[in-house]
């Protein structure tokens, strides 16, 4: 294997980058980057490396969720206190009603740029090119719009300090306290069928609080009970921003990617000899793959070897995301080859992006019905080779959306288009997300 450097990707074939005219101003802004203070600190990274590898032998749950993209138009700490709320949430069902801890990593603070499947876009005749997120090009169908603007990664950094600078916030100063588990819930969901079941399951929590606050334990005396953390994840999509934020430990010498506490790398672009794989080898970060039916067994034991060459739970997170129509007929033999060759991973289910279908309306939607079946299919595969499942990687909201179609609240594809704020893929909103949360629990449990 060849000398890791934070620029060896460069060598190397780069899928889904932008065209920048201006490379001058490109070379400008990665130096204005690198001047920049880091997101994430080393010592974090570890700590979330630490709770992975108790994920990866069964002893905790990884949450990741958040927005398909982070805009820089809904920019609003309304909007990340909602998220937060709503991820808390997930965690206490998950981890009371499922027995586990649960680590809880945001799709936030840095997940701006989209992989697409088409470069460009034609409408009415008029070819551009596609959206590739914020940090990349603007969402408007005009030529001034979509060119790749260098700039913009400096805004997505600042945007993404500020969400941090929030998210930290909210995890230490008070909105975390397990006491506080009534006013998680967001009021739309108030009074929909999965909130009687959340009400009764907070009143429990209540209930064992109060005994525990007459034995000496409360939020004064115990952090575990006043905070929480909340670890930030994006796609490892524009290496140029990555390796600008790639800083190295003066005290272990490692590298880390200090945009993020995990970054993954997507489907389109986990090529075994391609500049992502190459420029993920050398982090010291917690990484993760997407992985859909088109690998190859040998060719994911490989990229495991690269990512993970000594083997070591909680720095690999496979993620599935297959659809509910192929996980059943492919996942067993990549995880029964994983099983087989003693590797130490952590299996995570991304339910969203096997199963995008077009609305008749021409929405683009997902069906939560087949969002749960890929997650149920998961568990039972999983359990089948003898491997734990380990997570779940969703597309979610704390705005009351319509994008995703069904759940006990009913979205019917009609009411898609009341509220459909998405810049690129349908998300769970809150309520879905409590339905699919209970569910989930009960699956951890048995
Ligand atoms: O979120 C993932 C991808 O960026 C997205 O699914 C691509 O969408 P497209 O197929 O419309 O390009
Ligand atoms: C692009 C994404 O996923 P995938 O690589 O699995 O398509 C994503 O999670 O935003």
Redesign the pocket.
Known sequence: MTLWTPDSWRALPALQQPHYNDQAQLLTIEEQLRQQPPLVFADEVSQLRRQLADAAQGKAFLLQGGD??ETFADFSSAGIRDLFKVLMQMAVVLTYAGRKPVIKVG?LAG?FA??RSADTEVREGIELPSFRGDSVNGVEFTAAARAADPERMLQAYHQSTATLNLVRAFAQGGLADLHQVNDWILSFVRGNPGCDQYLQLAHQIKDALAFMEVCGITSETSSALRSTTLFTSH?ALLLNYEQALTRQDSTSGQWFDCSAHML?V???TRQLDGAHIEFLRGIANPVGV?I?NAIAADDLLRLVDILNPENEAGRLTL?S?MGADKTEQFLPALAKRIADEGRQVVWSC?P??GNTVKAANGYKTRSFDHIMLEIEQFFAVLSACGQHAGGL?L?MTGAHVTECVGGAYHVSEEDLASCYQTQC?PRLNAQQVLELSFKVAELIKS
Do not use: F, L, T, Y
């Open positions: 398909c993209a799709r997940q989209k992989p796609e993954w997507g489907e389109r997407k859909s993620i995301r991304d969203m992006h990687h597309e893929d």
